[in-house]
């Protein structure tokens, strides 16, 4: 893994069928990297509908951290600890900008390494948001999105800038599905920003 970056990918897709995942899941868990494939292969059994992808970038690991280990370049609070801090004399708590300081090198890589981030918490930072049209086209994964808002299975109402009212023959869920599609974004991500 040290000398390749791998960037991960991971599409949670929750409205696929979970025998189309579980078959899936196992071919995807077989393109990560040995040391990937416990995390990944927890996650697969926590969560059997979620569809794992390892996108590899060919980047060298030592080449990446050298140029993003520069001064100034990846900071931190000022209150960290030394050890996420950058510790080279006449950098040392040096603020780059107001309470922020240069991170360490060990700081940059463990935030680096998408291994440290394979958990039920922090996984959702690998999410692809790009649009499918195999898992995008669900309308009712829009509308359990919007559930107790006030967009929830409501035609779309707006006012005029004379002051009428004026009621769509569509849902908030179709503009958001549409959304995605002119955009090429994940519908069901949209969905979270309304």
Request: glycine share 4%; with cysteine.
């Given at each position: 893994?040290?000398?390749?970056?791998?960037?991960?990918?991971?599409?949670?897709?929750?409205?696929?069928?979970?025998?189309f995942?579980?078959c899936a899941s196992?071919?995807?868990?077989?393109?990560?990297?040995?040391s990937y494939?416990?995390y990944?292969?927890?996650?697969?059994?926590?969560?059997p509908?979620?569809n794992?992808v390892?996108l590899?970038?060919?980047l060298?690991?030592n080449?990446v951290?050298?140029?993003?280990?520069?001064?100034g370049?990846?900071l931190?609070?000022?209150?960290y600890s030394?050890r996420?801090?950058?510790?080279?004399?006449g950098q040392?708590n040096v603020?780059?900008?107001?309470?922020?300081?240069?991170?360490?090198?060990?700081?940059l890589e463990y935030c680096?390494?998408?291994?440290n981030?394979?958990?039920?918490?922090?996984?959702?930072?690998?999410?692809?948001?790009?649009?499918?049209?195999?898992?995008?086209?669900?309308?009712?994964?829009v509308?359990?999105?919007l559930?107790?808002?006030?967009?929830?299975?409501?035609?779309?109402?707006?006012l005029?800038s004379?002051?009428s009212k004026?009621?769509?023959n569509?849902?908030?869920?179709?503009?958001?599905l549409?959304a995605?599609r002119?955009?090429?974004s994940k519908?069901?991500?949209?969905?979270l920003?309304?």
């Amino acid at each position: 893994m040290k000398n390749k970056i791998i960037k991960l990918l991971i599409a949670i897709d929750f409205l696929l069928t979970c025998a189309f995942i579980s078959c899936a899941s196992i071919c995807y868990a077989a393109d990560f990297p040995s040391s990937y494939k416990p995390y990944i292969e927890e996650l697969q059994k926590n969560h059997p509908n979620w569809n794992f992808v390892a996108l590899y970038t060919n980047l060298d690991w030592n080449y990446v951290i050298a140029k993003e280990n520069e001064f100034g370049k990846n900071l931190v609070p000022k209150s960290y600890s030394d050890r996420w801090k950058n510790t080279t004399p006449g950098q040392y708590n040096v603020e780059v900008d107001s309470g922020w300081v240069d991170s360490s090198k060990m700081a940059l890589e463990y935030c680096m390494d998408p291994r440290n981030f394979l958990n039920d918490v922090r996984i959702f930072q690998f999410e692809a948001l790009s649009f499918d049209a195999a898992t995008n086209n669900n309308l009712d994964g829009v509308e359990k999105i919007l559930y107790g808002t006030e967009f929830y299975n409501t035609l779309v109402e707006y006012l005029t800038s004379t002051g009428s009212k004026v009621v769509m023959n569509q849902k908030y869920s179709d503009l958001i599905l549409s959304a995605g599609r002119t955009s090429r974004s994940k519908s069901l991500s949209l969905s979270l920003s309304y």
